[in-house]
């Protein structure tokens, strides 16, 4: 006897769309990623796809509050607080780009036309990341310097945005190159030679 096919939850096929958007944007790219694609992904007809997103922004939107959701589980499954700050800064660097590494659509995302020209909510959504990493790397880099193991001429808002080109530009190398080296080690590697940068000279 044939058994009956089990219809989805409305919650439960969104986050199938979602989870689809994402996997094919590391496949294909964000600007290639087409409502057809998409439905022919997971097997539904794309008024399917618009009964539960309206709009592709839509689709961007809710992508942008799982990668949210994720960044946030991420954050409290590692907290580190005990540690020295310049050692916060390490393992929160590497976590980021362990994170990249295992989600390669936010790499493709941020340097694509869809984040870029064409969908300034996703645009704003990824520049409040961005200024929200940059404003705890400063307080952990302002800490470094009070405490004399950072140059005390070091501006902590530009050694901050030191450390965010270093992972922005790290992960443009990463998909450039196919994804073909260990991202958070070479993170770790280039990101010490740039902390030694910034403590006193002797």
Request: glycine share 6%; charged share 25%.
């Given at each position: 006897m044939k058994q009956a096919r089990?219809?989805?939850?409305?919650?439960?096929?969104?986050?199938?769309?979602?989870?689809?958007?994402?996997?094919?944007?590391?496949?294909?790219?964000?600007?290639?990623?087409?409502?057809?694609?998409?439905?022919?992904?997971?097997?539904?007809?794309?008024?399917?796809?618009?009964?539960?997103?309206?709009t592709k922004a839509d689709i961007w939107k809710a992508v942008a509050a799982h990668i949210a959701e994720m960044l946030r589980e991420n954050a409290v499954r590692h907290t580190g607080d005990e540690a020295e700050p310049a050692e916060r800064v390490q393992n929160l660097v590497v976590r980021q780009l362990t994170f990249l590494a295992a989600t390669p659509a936010i790499p493709a995302i941020l340097f694509s036309r869809e984040l870029h020209a064409d969908n300034?909510?996703?645009?704003?959504?990824?520049?409040?990341?961005?200024?929200?990493?940059?404003?705890?790397?400063?307080?952990?880099?302002?800490?470094?310097?009070?405490?004399?193991?950072?140059?005390?001429?070091?501006?902590?808002?530009?050694?901050?945005?030191?450390?965010?080109?270093?992972?922005?530009?790290?992960?443009?190398?990463?998909?450039?190159?196919?994804?073909?080296?260990?991202?958070a080690r070479e993170g770790a590697r280039l990101l010490k030679i740039q902390l030694d940068g910034f403590r006193p000279k002797r």
């Open positions: 089990t219809r989805k939850s409305a919650e439960a096929r969104r986050v199938e769309i979602v989870d689809a958007a994402l996997r094919l944007t590391a496949e294909i790219g964000p600007d290639r990623l087409t409502t057809e694609r998409l439905a022919a992904e997971i097997g539904l007809s794309q008024p399917g796809i618009f009964r539960h997103f309206p300034e909510e996703l645009r704003s959504f990824f520049v409040g990341l961005m200024a929200n990493l940059h404003q705890h790397f400063s307080a952990l880099i302002a800490a470094e310097i009070e405490a004399g193991r950072f140059d005390e001429n070091l501006d902590p808002d530009d050694a901050a945005m030191l450390v965010l080109a270093l992972i922005q530009g790290l992960a443009m190398r990463w998909s450039l190159n196919a994804r073909d080296f260990d991202l």
